[in-house]
């Protein structure tokens, strides 16, 4: 019997049971002491030919020993049956039943500030907020656990519509700054749904980071995928990850004040996806400045972000056209609004106005041209592939604001106005 008992006599026996092709998640290996220097280890009866011992305990009752936490297996005096003692528990985080009790509301109103921005009003999510900062509720920065020497000179960019001009507009200019990077892109496009891209976001062992734009997945699946990749958001916050997302505030606060000079009294919100984060925060935003400036605002619910979506949203509103103006959630929504309109023979802008969200470059050739809330894709993709590359600075990086701004054209005017 071997009395040799270090971690290179422990490491053997446990390269045996990886060679036999099994992989296990046991959570996080520990050192291991023994009192007893003639008490050998083996594991599920892969054993070092030199340590054979009948009485060592099976390999299920070794890791599931290792799951519950941090432990040390000390051998009785004489006697070769290992005993498993627990040491030290590992230190507890706080959760969401924890932030809600802090801030004073349900665990439902805490969820859907992190992940619905839209349904949570500014100033219950910012009471949550300072809850979570004051109990640390995710307030770590999440670094991966184990960053690779090697440089592939490669990213991923994961976009939820790539036939959407926007991200069009984000490609280029993401392409143009890993160009100044010496680095090549990677683009997956997720077509608005979590399993597209959480299947994209698999094997991406020759990628150096990846930057998320307006992810789909929840912020647990992200946070868990970020504890082995690099990853930077983009339209989109998840605590402890950095991120480049727009300030809607400077755009609506424009657009809405123009409409009240224009003698517009009320608008109506064309509405985006329900798992963007990027709707929830429009919609919150556009809320915020309507009430500020006592203009009435109502939604009109919209499946998908498209042209198609615009023009079945017209439909739905003719059947109770109570507002002069329309704010739709992106240029696709407003153009397709305007198309079924027009072939209704119905004027825009003189019956009602319309503004979109986003500046594609397709606003200009519409006829009329299409107001629209501007995000500068320029400024986002140079401030994202930065904070990737930037290792050292890296946990100093939170979340960055863009401002957005409100051009105007030819798709707004004064309510019944012959344009």
Same mark, same amino acid.
């Given at each position: 019997m071997n009395p040799d008992c270090s971690d290179s006599a422990v490491a053997k026996p446990i390269a045996q049971f990886a060679d036999a092709h099994i992989l296990l998640t046991v959570g996080r290996l520990s050192s291991f002491q023994t009192t007893d220097a003639h008490a050998p280890l083996a594991i599920g009866g892969l054993r070092d030919s030199q340590t054979a011992d009948t009485h060592a305990p099976p390999i299920p009752y070794i890791l599931q020993s290792f799951t519950r936490g !941090? /432990?040390? $297996?000390?051998?009785?005096?004489?006697?070769?049956?290992?005993?498993? =003692?627990?040491?030290?528990?590992?230190?507890?985080y706080p959760g969401i039943v924890d932030v809600a009790r802090e801030a004073g509301v349900s665990p439902s109103t805490v969820s859907r500030a992190f992940s619905r921005p839209g349904r949570v009003s500014e100033a219950t999510a910012q009471q949550i907020f300072d809850a979570a900062n004051r109990l640390g509720y995710r307030s770590g920065t999440i670094a991966p656990l184990t960053v690779g020497k090697t440089k592939h000179r490669l990213i991923l960019l994961a976009v939820s519509d790539i036939s959407n001009p926007a991200f069009a507009q984000l490609i280029r200019n993401t392409q143009r700054e890993c160009m100044r990077q010496n680095s090549g892109l990677l683009i997956a496009d997720t077509e608005e749904t979590k399993m597209n891209e959480r299947d994209s976001l698999h094997d991406l062992n020759n990628v150096d980071g990846v930057l998320l734009a307006s992810s789909r997945l929840s912020d647990t699946m992200i946070r868990k995928f970020?504890?082995?990749?690099?990853?930077?958001? $983009?339209?989109?916050? %998840?605590?402890?990850?950095? @991120?480049?997302?727009?300030? /809607?505030?400077? #755009? +609506?606060?424009?657009?809405?004040?123009?409409? $009240?000079?224009? #003698?517009?009294?009320?608008?109506? /919100?064309? !509405? #985006?996806?329900?798992?963007? *984060?990027?709707?929830?925060?429009? *919609?919150?935003?556009?809320?915020? %400045?309507?009430?500020?400036?006592?203009? @009435?605002?109502?939604?009109?619910?919209?499946?998908?972000?498209? +042209?198609?979506?615009?023009?079945?949203? +017209?439909? =739905? +509103?003719m059947q109770q056209p109570d507002s002069t103006s329309i704010i739709a959630y992106n240029d696709l929504q407003a153009m397709g609004f305007i198309a079924a309109a027009q072939q209704q023979q119905i004027d825009v802008p003189q019956r009602f106005s319309i503004i979109g969200i986003d500046d594609i470059a397709d606003c200009t050739l519409l006829s009329p041209t299409l107001s629209s809330i501007r995000i500068d894709r320029r400024k986002e993709s140079k401030a994202a592939v930065a904070m990737l590359f930037d290792n050292d600075n890296a946990d100093a990086h939170t979340s960055l604001k863009v401002p957005t701004q409100f051009i105007e054209r030819n798709s707004v005017s004064i309510p019944g106005s012959d344009h």
């Amino acid at each position: 019997m071997n009395p040799d008992c270090s971690d290179s006599a422990v490491a053997k026996p446990i390269a045996q049971f990886a060679d036999a092709h099994i992989l296990l998640t046991v959570g996080r290996l520990s050192s291991f002491q023994t009192t007893d220097a003639h008490a050998p280890l083996a594991i599920g009866g892969l054993r070092d030919s030199q340590t054979a011992d009948t009485h060592a305990p099976p390999i299920p009752y070794i890791l599931q020993s290792f799951t519950r936490g !941090t /432990y040390n $297996i000390h051998g009785k005096e004489n006697s070769h049956t290992p005993v498993v =003692q627990e040491m030290s528990r590992h230190r507890t985080y706080p959760g969401i039943v924890d932030v809600a009790r802090e801030a004073g509301v349900s665990p439902s109103t805490v969820s859907r500030a992190f992940s619905r921005p839209g349904r949570v009003s500014e100033a219950t999510a910012q009471q949550i907020f300072d809850a979570a900062n004051r109990l640390g509720y995710r307030s770590g920065t999440i670094a991966p656990l184990t960053v690779g020497k090697t440089k592939h000179r490669l990213i991923l960019l994961a976009v939820s519509d790539i036939s959407n001009p926007a991200f069009a507009q984000l490609i280029r200019n993401t392409q143009r700054e890993c160009m100044r990077q010496n680095s090549g892109l990677l683009i997956a496009d997720t077509e608005e749904t979590k399993m597209n891209e959480r299947d994209s976001l698999h094997d991406l062992n020759n990628v150096d980071g990846v930057l998320l734009a307006s992810s789909r997945l929840s912020d647990t699946m992200i946070r868990k995928f970020a504890r082995h990749h690099k990853v930077v958001m $983009i339209n989109r916050m %998840v605590r402890g990850l950095p @991120s480049v997302i727009p300030d /809607y505030r400077p #755009g +609506f606060e424009s657009a809405v004040a123009r409409l $009240i000079t224009l #003698g517009h009294t009320g608008v109506t /919100y064309l !509405t #985006g996806p329900k798992a963007s *984060w990027a709707e929830g925060m429009r *919609w919150r935003t556009l809320s915020d %400045v309507c009430k500020e400036k006592n203009m @009435s605002l109502k939604r009109l619910p919209c499946k998908e972000p498209t +042209f198609e979506a615009g023009r079945k949203a +017209f439909s =739905q +509103f003719m059947q109770q056209p109570d507002s002069t103006s329309i704010i739709a959630y992106n240029d696709l929504q407003a153009m397709g609004f305007i198309a079924a309109a027009q072939q209704q023979q119905i004027d825009v802008p003189q019956r009602f106005s319309i503004i979109g969200i986003d500046d594609i470059a397709d606003c200009t050739l519409l006829s009329p041209t299409l107001s629209s809330i501007r995000i500068d894709r320029r400024k986002e993709s140079k401030a994202a592939v930065a904070m990737l590359f930037d290792n050292d600075n890296a946990d100093a990086h939170t979340s960055l604001k863009v401002p957005t701004q409100f051009i105007e054209r030819n798709s707004v005017s004064i309510p019944g106005s012959d344009h």
